[in-house]
């Protein structure tokens, strides 16, 4: 188990250490902000913008728009 603060809201959060690998994502459980790690030694966790989480939703299917 691994204890580290949201850089986002300050909250304390403890997580499973293998959720703490390089560029592995995590949810902050008081504000919700999605975090990466990015750096591992010292642990160090960023938040995510939101215009880079990918969302299914955000994906259509355009196969009606292809020339053929």
Not at 7 to 14: A, F, L
Not at 31 to 60: M, N, Q, T, W
Request: hydrophobic content about 35%; overall charge negative; aromatic content about 6%.
């Amino acid at each position: 188990m691994v204890d580290v603060v949201c850089p986002v809201c300050g909250e304390e959060n403890t997580y499973m250490a293998d959720e703490m690998s390089l560029f592995g994502r995590v949810e902050c459980a008081k504000c919700h902000a999605v975090l990466e790690v990015v750096g591992e030694s010292p642990l160090e966790l960023e938040p995510v913008d939101d215009d880079f989480i990918e969302d299914e939703d955000d994906f259509e299917d355009n196969e009606d728009d292809e020339d053929i």
